[in-house]
């Protein structure tokens, strides 16, 4: 996506495209009902933000975005919580959020770390769980924001609080028994996608967070990484598409589950699927590879294939 340009799919229900340039932010910064949640640490927000942003920063491991629970990382948090925290936001139903994340500056084995590119993906679809419809993501992030020279500020925004009454879509949110069912039934037609790098879906490099190659058995490969050019701005959506499409067939309401090493790719996919290409029946697997792998039962992992 050029930076000024837009997605051309927009689901029913919504006023702005899922992922907007930094020339349709510009523009509409004085819209009613705009809000824009800048997910970075406080020290880079307080240095200049986009001028009448909030910052509410996804920190790792615990923030208001995720939490650790039952020794799993990147849990989405209770409902109770995050609604408070929506809530906090000064966030309505009817609200148009904008998610500012920022371009990747970490490194990993691979090359330069996406994770921070996901982070975004992550926290605007723990939005959309919580009953949202209007959450858009920045596409560049902060970065492509100040790299084009529009304004900043430095004035610290602090919201007028509200109480949000949203309906988590529950349905959403998979546990391993359900995933586990789905791979051992012959007549499930689910379609299993792992989101992680495919050196790690097919076992010749693992995560931290799991020492046991391979992948759950079954699931084909859709590496989240694969969204950005040079990891920084969104492929066209045709491409994106395109690519999904591949994998997953041509059938929008065909179940697909995603998963990844602990939550943030998987995130970061559902709402691409769900907000930018329209699939309606998709599901996310939040304990991941980790739970998969790391607690017993352990499920069944294939290494060495591609599905």
Not at 50 to 68: L, Q, R
Request: proline content about 7%; overall charge negative; charged content about 20%.
């Amino acid at each position: 996506m050029g930076s000024g340009e837009e997605f051309s799919f927009m689901k029913p229900g919504r006023e702005i495209p899922p992922i907007v340039s930094t020339q349709w932010l510009h523009e509409n910064l004085g819209r009613q009902n705009l809000v824009i949640v800048d997910i970075r640490s406080r020290e880079e927000y307080l240095k200049g933000h986009i001028p009448g942003a909030i910052n509410v920063p996804f920190d790792f491991p615990e923030s208001a975005w995720i939490t650790v629970r039952n020794g799993l990382l990147l849990e989405i948090p209770a409902k109770e919580a995050l609604f408070q925290t929506i809530g906090s936001m000064g966030i309505k139903s009817d609200s148009l959020v904008i998610v500012v994340g920022k371009v990747p500056e970490c490194t990993c084995p691979m090359g330069t770390c996406p994770f921070p590119l996901a982070d975004a993906g992550r926290v605007a679809e723990t939005l959309i769980y919580a009953g949202l419809k209007n959450v858009a993501i920045l596409n560049g992030g902060h970065n492509a924001w100040a790299d084009e020279g529009r304004p900043l500020s430095t004035d610290i925004v602090n919201p007028i609080p509200t109480v949000y009454r949203g309906t988590a879509q529950d349905s959403l949110i998979v546990t391993k028994k359900y995933v586990l069912e789905k791979v051992e039934s012959k007549s499930s037609d689910a379609v299993i996608i792992d989101a992680r790098d495919p050196h790690v879906y097919f076992g010749i490099a693992v995560e931290e967070f799991s020492p046991i190659p391979g992948h759950i058995k079954g699931a084909k490969n859709l590496p989240a990484p694969w969204l950005w050019e040079n990891l920084r701005t969104y492929k066209p959506l045709e491409v994106i598409g395109e690519a999904v499409s591949s994998v997953v067939g041509e059938d929008k309401s065909r179940e697909i589950i995603v998963y990844c090493g602990v939550g943030g790719y998987t995130f970061m996919w559902g709402f691409i699927l769900t907000e930018a290409l329209g699939y309606t029946n998709v599901k996310l697997y939040d304990g991941s590879y980790e739970e998969w792998a790391n607690f017993e039962p352990r499920g069944p992992i294939v290494k060495y294939k591609w599905e």
